[in-house]
């Protein structure tokens, strides 16, 4: 079996910043996707991006935290936007409050449909989904998130399972015991994605260091892919005190641009036999 890989962006359409950054990396490194944020300030702009970039897999990046604004009117998703009409800041929050029922599933569909809608009638070829904080693996959301993928014949979904062993050594234990959380939540969906005809990753990097993927983290990345299907998530900007002045996540996205765009990066995929893809090529095989 040959070894494919998928290089991923999020967020597109969140900021300048990031939107600048898929452009340079797609244009002139290794980047082969991205995900669009329906909800981005910077959405619009992201758009004609896309359209001048044919050859860029254009996903749907799902988003329900992050501060950021709904499609929705906020008065139509109460349950979502509590915190001042925006999405929440952080994921752990809506999940607590999901476990407490105080979410409705009925909002989360109708805000996700939403969103779906937005980035379908911008007429761009849409070549698979996935979540923002993988929101769309959490047990509640995912099947909302299959069903709005069968709905609009979206034929390839993201599986955020990076690998249990990954990353042990490196004394992340917090964020190494939460990367396999989502990661066995994760797995767990597979046989019902393939069930419903929807087509996955078989491998996935950049969940443990989400947002401080550094040149050297890339090719380490590079070095271990296997055969099959791998894809790497990566958050890069052109503009990393911009990013963290407006969200304050605590991204090196600069760093992430780089490996994106280093000689050694390309030439280790090269030298590995490796053939870049998108999603597109998933869904077409």
Known sequence: MKKQLIINADDFGIHLAVNEAVRK??????????????????????????????????????????????????????????????FCHDYGKLIVRDLEGKISLSEVYAEWDAQIQKIMNTGLP?????????????????????????????????????????????GHIIRWAAKNGLSLLSRMHRPDLKKNHIRTNDHFFGMLYGGHLSPERFAKFILQTKPGITEIMCHPS?????????????????????????DINR?????????????????EE
């Open 25 to 86: 990396a797609a244009t002139e490194g290794i980047l082969t996707s991205t995900s669009l944020m329906a909800g981005g300030d910077a959405f619009d702009e992201a758009v004609e991006m896309a359209r001048s970039m044919p050859s860029l897999g254009i996903g749907i990046h799902l988003t329900l935290v992050g501060g950021i604004k709904p499609v929705l009117p906020p008065s139509e998703v109460p349950s979502l936007t509590w915190d001042n009409g925006v």
């Open 238 to 262: 052109a503009d990393t005190r911009a990013m963290e002045d407006t969200f304050h996540w605590g991204y090196h996205g600069e760093d992430e641009l780089a490996g994106l765009l280093a």
């Open 267 to 283: 030439e280790l995929i090269e030298k590995k036999q490796i053939s870049l893809i998108s999603y597109r090529d998933v869904r």
């Open 126 to 170: 849409v070549t698979h989904m996935d979540g923002h904080q993988h929101m769309h693996m959490w047990p509640h959301f995912y099947p909302i998130a299959r069903d709005l993928a069968k709905k609009y014949h979206i034929s390839c979904m993201r599986v955020p399972d990076e690998d249990v062993l990954y990353g042990m050594k490196d």
